[in-house]
């Protein structure tokens, strides 16, 4: 079946433009993740999305990163006024719904790469 | 102190030797852990997940939990070319808190031909 989908693949942008990078899950999982992950480094999270609840903004680094979900489809994650410090790999995951068990079992989709020039 | 944490290597080990990742994790209560795999310029894949003190075997793969150590490990048996990649931890929190796994940095091996 279809795994994690992300768009663009790769995104460059100049310092000080928005950027909207998207996200489209495993059908059927109701969690769904965001994470930055700058060169040579670990993961970044940034925000989680479960079903109809609020979702858990504790990562987003500045009031320049929001993300939408629509139900338990699309997220998209907005980068407002890119800083050339926001350069990172941008990765969505999704899992079933969030027991511990299944919280851990993330499929990650391929990422989208944002240039900050 | 990270809330887990990783040696970040590299560690080389030549083909055929047995590679051993340790992970080690600050919150006592955490009740799940999972071992992701990252080959250069890809995303994370999960290749085990683990949740009782004791071994985990999944063909070449071993994880080890210690909770009361607050430790957890992956031995890779017979090491290949292509495990060479980076290893990265993830601890799910106590159940009650946040609802997201914390990764650690990862350990980057390559396994020498």
């Keep these: 079946g279809a795994g994690v989908s992300q768009s663009p693949s790769n995104k460059v942008t100049e310092k000080g433009k928005d950027v909207e990078l998207r996200c ?42 929001s993300a939408e979900r629509t139900g338990e489809s699309v997220s998209t994650l907005t980068i407002q006024r890119t800083q050339q410090e926001d350069s990172a790999v941008y990765l969505c995951a999704s899992s079933p ?21 | 102190q990270k809330e887990v944490e990783q040696n970040s290597g590299p560690l080389s080990v030549p083909e055929g030797a047995i590679a051993s990742l340790n992970c080690t994790y600050s ?5 799940s852990f999972f071992w992701y795999r ?6 994370p894949e999960l290749i085990m997940s683990i949740y009782s003190n004791g071994d ?28 060479s990649a980076t290893y990265l931890c993830a601890v799910a929190p106590r159940r009650g808190s946040a609802r997201q796994l914390t990764f650690g940095s990862g350990t980057q091996l390559t396994v020498l031909p």
């Design chain 2, 27 to 31: 919150d006592r209560g955490s009740q």
């Design chain 2, 56 to 83: 985990k075997e999944d063909g070449r793969f071993t994880a080890q939990l210690n909770k009361a150590s607050q430790y957890v490990s992956l031995l890779i048996r017979d090491s290949q070319p292509s495990d």
């Design chain 1, 24 to 65: 489209d899950p495993i059908s059927g999982h109701t969690a769904l993740y965001w994470y930055r992950q700058r060169l040579g480094q670990g993961l970044e999270f940034l925000i989680y999305f479960q079903g109809n609840s609020a979702p858990d903004k504790s990562g987003l680094p500045s009031d320049r990163f």
């Design chain 1, 97 to 117: 719904w969030g027991s511990d068990r299944e919280l851990g079992e993330q499929y990650f989709g391929p990422g989208t790469r944002l240039t900050v020039t």
């Design chain 2, 38 to 43: 990252q080959y250069s310029g890809k995303s």
